[in-house]
């Protein structure tokens, strides 16, 4: 069973950056798209943003413009670049990796246990 470890939250004011990462305890047999969700109480979890293995990528309207993902399929890490961070930015914040984990095993999607960034006013 492979799982996977966020890092980077943290706490920052308003208007400075934060870089999270995501990396899998081991490698996966075949990784088609890794994404940022994040989710505040009482609400959905959403997407952040998204890389697939072809390097398309996509963000929701509210990161766009302040957020990078980027991704190394070959070594299963995916990091999301935050800057102007704003206080509704404030969130957990948890990485999705979607592929098989082993050879002859089905695709599935696999969650970290997610990373809390607060932004400060």
């Known amino acids: 069973q492979v799982h996977l470890l966020e890092s980077g939250g943290g706490l920052v004011q308003a208007g400075g950056s934060l870089r999270l990462s995501c990396a899998a305890s081991?490698?996966?047999?075949?990784?088609?798209?890794m994404a940022w969700y994040r989710q505040t109480p009482g609400n959905e979890r959403e997407l952040v943003a998204a890389?697939?293995?072809?390097?398309?990528?996509e963000y929701a309207a509210s990161v766009k413009g302040r957020s990078t993902i980027s991704g190394d399929f070959a070594e299963n890490t995916v990091y999301l670049q935050m800057n102007s961070l704003k206080p509704e930015d404030t969130a957990v914040y948890y990485c999705?990796?979607?592929?098989?984990?082993?050879?002859?095993?089905?695709?599935?999607?696999?969650w970290g246990q997610g990373t809390q960034v607060t932004v400060s006013s």
């Open positions: 890389i697939t293995r072809s390097s398309v990528t």
């Open positions: 999705e990796y979607i592929g098989r984990d082993g050879p002859g095993i089905g695709v599935n999607n696999f």
């Open positions: 081991k490698k996966f047999a075949e990784l088609r798209r």
